[in-house]
């Protein structure tokens, strides 16, 4: 319930809702959901809204919630986001806020940004997202944040970027956006997200 509360408490992208992300990183929140995470581990419903509160926090590309991105990374959020994508690979739930919460954390193009990027594929991001894109194939939600995931962690053009777009082609991203598409033609999300993620 304490992640639950936290996520929704730090949703927003106006000026108080980027004052209630930092105050909940001043505040420890950070370490206190990885704690937490670590904790229960097998439980889906803590990974979930562990993983939704994690985002909610370093949801904001400005120069703080990059700080906070960072922190959270530093903190072992990536590898604890991945391990739990493996562990509940069955969840529909842990895989879309899984997704949702790397791709928040792995945004950006600063140096700092191309380094969290890279050690999410470095600790198998890439992979864990593509296992879930085939477990739940039929989950418009978890492809739309799969295929955000996927962009995200593979948006720039220099060599470590291209290594990672490489990555992604060989584990089978390529086949599973294009089959996303035509399985749920009708979904706007998933057309926009996937559309995206092959650009």
Do not use: P, T, W
């Amino acid at each position: 319930i304490a992640c639950r509360a936290l996520s929704n408490i730090c949703l927003g992208s106006d000026a108080a809702g980027l004052a209630r992300k930092q105050a909940a990183a001043d505040a420890g929140a950070l370490e206190a959901i990885i704690s937490g995470l670590h904790a229960h581990s097998s439980s889906s419903g803590v990974l979930q809204y562990g993983f939704r509160a994690l985002g909610s926090i370093c949801s904001v590309n400005d120069v703080a919630g990059c700080v906070r991105k960072q922190a959270a990374v530093q903190a072992g959020a990536l590898a604890l986001i991945i391990s739990g994508m493996r562990n509940h690979e069955l969840s529909v739930g842990v895989q879309l806020i899984a997704c949702r919460a790397l791709s928040n954390i792995c945004l950006g193009s600063d140096a700092a940004g191309l380094a969290r990027k890279q050690a999410a594929a470095d600790a198998g991001a890439l992979e864990a997202i593509i296992s879930g894109l085939h477990a739940h194939s039929s989950s418009s939600g978890v492809l739309q944040y799969g295929f955000r995931a996927l962009g995200s962690i593979c948006s720039v053009n220099d060599v470590a970027g291209c290594v990672r777009k490489q990555a992604a082609v060989q584990a089978g991203a390529l086949a599973l956006i294009i089959s996303g598409m035509r399985n749920h033609e009708l979904s706007v999300g998933v057309q926009l997200i996937a559309c995206r993620a092959l650009s």
